[in-house]
C-alpha cells in the first residue's frame, strides 16, 4: 500500500491522474492498519481514512484494491511445509501451496466481491491477492467484467528482456506475451519487421544479463522458443526446487520473519514506521525468488527500486477511471482471444483498458506445450472455484489430484486432509 500511495502522490505532484480524492484503508487486523498509517504520516496526497470493516471501506468506493493473504504469512510457510514434507512443490501460488491458499482466500475473496456489489455497484476492482489468475477467475462470477487482475511479473520480464535486446519497450509494435497468472510467455519482441527475439534466444551473453535469461538458460529458453515468465520455472524445474527448498527457510518463513520484526519495531517507535517499512521492503525484494537463483546472485537493481505493479495498478485505475486508454498486461476473461481455451477463462495477455474494462488484443494461437500446461493448471483452479461455490469436497479432491506439480492421488489425500485440518472453516463449507 505504501508503495501504491506514495507512486500516486508524485503523480498527483505532476498534474497525472488518477484523480483520487480519498484513500481508505481496511486491514483484518487493526493493529497492522495503525502501523500502515504510520508509514504514510506525513506523506503528501490525498486524504486518508482508516475503516473499521470492509463495509465501511468499500461503500461508496469507484475502486477496490484487493491485496490479501487470509490466514496471514503463517497459513502460508504451513502450505509450504506441508508440501514440502509431502515431497511436492512448497510454492506460495504454483502447485499445492497455491491450492491450500486459494480453499482458504476465495471464501473471504467472494463475501468481499458480494459486499462491493451491494455497496459500490459501479465500482472496478483491482485485484492483486494471489493466485490473482484463480482469484479474478472467481471474482467475476460475482462482479463480471468489473474485476481486473494485475501481476507485475509479465511486465517486468518485458522490460528486462528489451533491455537485453536493446530496444525501449515504446518501441515495440506489438506484445506478445501469453498465459495465464504466473504461467505466460513472451514469445516476441518485434519492431517493424523484425522478431527480436530469436536474436536474443541465440545470445548466451545478452541472456545472462538478465534474471530469466540466467533462471532457464540459453538451451531450454532455444527449445521452448519463448521466454516464459519467472514462476513458469516452477514447472520446468520442479524436481530440483524440492530438494533445494528442502534445504532452508522456505519463502514464507522469511516473509514472516520479516514482517513480525517490522511490526513490531513499527509499533514500538511510529515515527520511524515510513524508514522501518523502506527498509524492509527492500530486503523482501532482494528474497524475491532466492529459490530460484544461485549463491551470491543479486537481483536487477531496476527490480529493487520498485516501479512494478503500484504503477500498472495506478496505470489501470486510471484508464478504467476516464483517463487515458492504456496498452498493459493483465487477467481478464479470454472472449475469443486464445480460441483454444473457454471464453469465460480468464488468461493474462496484453489488453487496451478503458472505461468499458479491459478487452484482450488479437494474438497467435498458443503453441500445443503452452496449451497443454495452461489447460491442466486452470483445470485444477477451477476445480478449487467449484469447490468453494459448491461447497464440494470431491471438487477439492480433484483439485489435488490434478495438479500437474503433485502427480500421486497419495500425496493428493494427504494435502488436501492437512488443508482441511488446518483450516476448520473449510471442513463445515466443504461436504
Known sequence: MPLVYRALARRLARGIGPAISEVVLYDADSSRTAVIGAVLAGEPGPPIRVADSVASAVTGADVVFSAIRVGGAAGRVQDERQALAAGVLGQETVGAGGLGYALRTLPVALEHARLIRELAPDAWLVNFTNPAGLVTQALRTVLGNRVVGICDSPIGLLRRACNAAGIAPAELDETDYAGINHLGWLRSLRSGQRDLLPGLLSNDAALDSFEEGRLFGGPLLRAVGALPNEYAYFY????????????????????????????????????????????????REESYLAETRTAGEQRDEADLAGGGYEEVALNVIGALLGGRPAELIVNTGNGGTIPQLPADLVIEVPCVIDTAGATPLPMAPLELHQLGLIASVRASEQAVIDAVLQGSMDQARRAFLIHPLIGSPRIAEQLLAGVCAANPELRTLLT
Open 236 to 283: 520446468y524445474a520442479a524436481q530440483d526446487l524440492v530438494k533445494t527448498l528442502a534445504q532452508g527457510p522456505t519463502r514464507g518463513e522469511v516473509v514472516a520473519s520479516d514482517q513480525d520484526t517490522f511490526y513490531t519495531a513499527a509499533e514500538a517507535d511510529p515515527q520511524r514506521a515510513g524508514a522501518l517499512w523502506t527498509t524492509t521492503r527492500r530486503r
